[in-house]
T-cell receptor, first 115, second 112 residues
Framework: GAVVSQHPSWVICKSGTSVKIECRSLDFQATTMFWYRQFPKQSLMLMATSNEGSKATYEQGVEKDKFLINHASLTLSTLTVTSAHPEDSSFYIC???????????FGSGTQLSVL | DAKTTQPPSMDCAEGRAANLPCNHSTISGNEYVYWYRQIHSQGPQYIIH???NNETNEMASLIITEDRKSSTLILPHATLRDTAVYYCIVRVLIQGAQKLVFGQGTRLTINP
């Protein structure tokens, strides 16, 4: 079945630095990818929709200058957490939509810890 | 906002069928019901989805009521590895884009 690869699996960074997370669709083209974040013991919260070749659409309350999303190709979307702070520490998950199919495929997630 | 409500937790004995209910009373006629599960610190895993008819695959069965206002996910022979948080999701059309908005899910614990 379709596979979505997310990298890195975990990252630790210092406060004030930027972190980039990659999401790749390995065997299909994804015109749309989604980014979620999840705090401990909570559900996934949709952050933004990433559209290939156009600007991402952010959910209400998500700062677009803080969470930069780039979807430059049909198989790759990146999320950059800029000037990370401890409150940005979270589990970030991407998902990809394969056109013509009804289901979304999810990556394995990235655990970000900001010191 | 999520369009589904689920019990926060359930227990089931190993080897028994696990039946997970979900209410989606505001579902529209062309909206699908999806089920995913998440094991700790992993990405959600697709289980099954349906529109009107009951569905079955190698993982589970999905029973959707005739009025489509609720559904039940059935794991026929639960194992310890089925312990996870199960999410029932209605695909939402927001600003022209189809999105999966997660609710709080049901934490299913399979007991030996």
């Amino acid at each position: 079945g379709a596979v979505v690869s997310q990298h890195p699996s975990w990252v630790i960074c210092k406060s004030g630095t930027s972190v980039k997370i990659e999401c790749r669709s390995l065997d299909f083209q994804a015109t749309t990818m989604f980014w979620y974040r999840q705090f401990p013991k909570q559900s996934l919260m949709l952050m933004a929709t990433s559209n290939e070749g156009s600007k991402a659409t952010y959910e209400q309350g998500v700062e677009k200058d803080k969470f930069l999303i780039n979807h430059a190709s049909l198989t790759l979307s990146t999320l950059t957490v800029t000037s990370a702070h401890p409150e940005d520490s979270s589990f970030y998950i991407c998902s990809a939509h394969q056109q013509g199919y009804e289901k979304l495929f999810f990556g394995s997630g990235t655990q970000l810890s900001v010191l | 906002d999520a369009k589904t409500t689920q019990p926060p937790s359930m227990d089931c004995a190993e080897g028994r069928a696990a039946n997970l209910p979900c209410n989606h009373s505001t579902i529209s006629g062309n909206e699908y019901v999806y089920w995913y599960r998440q094991i700790h610190s992993q990405g959600p895993q697709y289980i099954i989805h349906g529109l009107k008819n009951n569905e079955t695959n190698e993982m589970a069965s999905l029973i959707i009521t005739e009025d489509r206002k609720s559904s039940t996910l059935i794991l026929p022979h639960a194992t310890l590895r089925d312990t996870a948080v199960y999410y029932c999701i209605v695909r939402v059309l927001i600003q022209g884009a189809q999105k999966l908005v997660f609710g709080q899910g049901t934490r299913l614990t399979i007991n030996p």
